[in-house]
């Protein structure tokens, strides 16, 4: 597959640390579109001069936020395909390979399943989605998408819904998917939730949500 079909949406917020790596491995398999989610320290040149295209946020708009930025930008450029990735190295990019295989190969979604999960609350959403969808893991920041599985929404998250909108609206309309399981790396920094009280608290809202929409 061409490297200019796929866009490999990377949300970002204070990952300097990481995010040239992240980068520099992403343009082996497509066109790395990180969204700069008002960081305070140098993620952005970093990552521009790393090759990716940037979007900057003047405002912090937070994890769904920087995805709708990313998807929407990269509809914009009409990329076949959709990767996301987090920035915090937690995810192994060698398995964009597998990810890109899988959507070049009919699968409209592939889905990461993580091989550890921090919090209690990741484990009851994914009792429900795998009771419910058979998605084994639905928070994994890493997934794959056709393009039209996206445009059939038309947005990514319109609920802060922790990165799962977009998913459970497709395997609930019966898209097909695929699921890819990998050893998740140990994160050095700060979640990207907040604390553990904070954390849970918002994927349960996303869950309650998601479940009397």
Known sequence: MARSRVAIVIPAFNEASTIASIVNVGRDYGNPIVVNDCSTDLTAPIAEASGALVLNHTVNQGYDGALNSGFKEAARLKYDFIITLDADGQHDPSLLRTIIDLLEGGSPLVLGV????????????SIYTRIRYGVLDPLCGMKGYNREVYDAVGYFDSYKSIGTELTLRAVSSNVRFSQVKFIVNDRFDAPRFGGLLAANLKIIRALLIWLTK
């Not at 993580?114 to 959403?125: K, L, N, T, V, W």
């Open 114 to 125: 993580r091989s550890s999960r921090a919090r209690i609350s990741e484990h009851i959403f």
